[in-house]
């Protein structure tokens, strides 16, 4: 095998949805793709998403802003249309990035905050593989989708209950679309962040529960948006293609402990 073509995303295309900050873990993982080779398609809710790209060099570099909302269907179908159409036509990787999240002890915890978090962190998630799948089986070449789980596809964690849920439906919904196309060449995996310091963890990182999660850290460390750099272009090249339904947990070794 030449491993720099197996790992080289040169002449491909992707969609990374959530990726507004550059504070969050989507914009490096985007960032990673496109250095790798790939045009990037950035779809977010905020409108954020245009100065980024225009940051990034914009069209010129490679990278296209699409302001879409993930909840609602037509926002959702248009958005995805304008990015493939931007993309040149088609479509080799999408990546599911975008997420919210609601810390509130369960008993109390609002019906609206549930709905959206659900909303935005599974189902929608699902439409957009639906939306990759139709493209990439009528381009018969194939394709990569990679969802992001979390520590909590695994564990039950306390007070974000919707978040949790989520991605566990995350990781069960990663298995189950492989099991469908990784037939038609699409494979479809997870990467599950471990305790990774951005905005989302901001009002946790320095609690006595965020201090305890350090110290089960092997690493020592809670991770950075680059740590998940090297995962996502390995998931997104031809060097994983014979891995599908995966969960890879990137957590400097936390799940082991
Ligand atoms: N930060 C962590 O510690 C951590 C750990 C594990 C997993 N994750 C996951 O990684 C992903 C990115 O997290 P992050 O920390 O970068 O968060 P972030 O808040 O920086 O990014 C989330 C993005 O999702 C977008 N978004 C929200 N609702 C949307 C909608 N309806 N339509 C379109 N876009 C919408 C937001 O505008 C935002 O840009 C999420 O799925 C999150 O659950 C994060």
Known sequence: MDIAKAFSLAGKT?????AAKTTGLCYGMATALRDAG?????????????????????????????????????????GFAKAVEALGGRLDILLNGAGLQH????????ADKWNIIINVNLSAMFYMCQLAARVMREQKEGGKIINIASMTSFMGSKRIPAYTASKGGVMQLTKALSNEWCGLGINVNAIAPGYMDTELTANMIHTEQGKAHTARIPAGRW????????????LA??????????????DGGYLGM
Do not use: H, W
């Not at 090249?237 to 990137?250: F, N, R, T």
């Open 103 to 110: 810390r509130c002890d369960a008993i109390d915890f609002p």
């Open 223 to 234: 991770g950075k948006s680059e740590d998940l750099q090297g995962a996502v272009v390995f």
């Open 237 to 250: 090249s031809p060097a994983s293609d014979y891995v599908s339904g995966a969960i890879l947990p990137v």
């Open 14 to 18: 992707a969609i990374v949805t959530g």
């Open 38 to 78: 790939a045009k990037v398609a950035l779809l977010d809710v905020s409108d954020g998403i245009f100065p980024l790209a225009e940051s990034l060099g914009g069209a010129a570099n490679g990278y296209y802003a699409v302001k879409a909302d993930l909840c609602d269907q037509p926002s959702r179908e248009a």
